[in-house]
């Protein structure tokens, strides 16, 4: 109980509250144990999601994920699902064999950040792209996407992942 936190459980007012120090540590332990599970939760969504969508399955993924008042930042199109949605369905109709490769995951709280290598075909050299993906409960709400192309020849030694 936070606002409980530092606060002595001899005064009346918090008499039945908290029994003791090692009862407010584990309720902090079970705070952190549930928000952990939530940004796993959350990485496994948003990855599934995009597999899904690259995958060609792009309704079903956003039937099972996205939230009512979804919004998007990509320029190119209208802020809301359904043209986004739309829009990657003509991807997926003029590009039948893309791949998505996750390369990275990251969540903290309810944000999840995942890079990942996109090629539109097998001979594309594709693109590195993050997408940042909001989350209210287990839908997505809010995304954002940026990506660079994949150069023929680069003077980094490291490559883009």
Do not use: C
Request: cysteine-free; hydrophobic content about 35%; proline content about 5%.
């Amino acid at each position: 109980m936070p606002f409980l936190e530092g606060k002595s459980n001899k005064h009346p007012i918090y008499e039945g509250l908290i029994a003791s120090e090692s009862e407010l540590y584990e309720y902090k332990n079970k705070l952190k144990g549930a928000s952990i599970m939530n940004q796993n939760q959350n990485k496994q969504s948003a990855i599934s999601f995009l597999q899904m969508v690259a995958s060609g399955k792009i309704r079903e993924a956003f039937e099972r994920q996205i939230a009512p008042d979804f919004r998007h930042h990509n320029p190119y199109f209208r802020g809301d699902a359904e043209s986004l949605m739309l829009a990657m369905e003509e991807n997926a109709v003029q590009s039948p064999h893309k791949t998505l490769e996750v390369k990275h995951a990251i969540a903290d709280e309810n944000t999840v950040a995942v890079h990942s290598h996109i090629k539109q075909n097998p001979e594309d050299l594709g693109v590195a792209v993050i997408h940042i993906f909001r989350f209210e409960g287990e839908r997505i709400v809010e995304l954002w996407d940026v990506g660079q192309a994949i150069p023929k020849e680069s003077p980094n030694d490291h490559g883009m992942f």
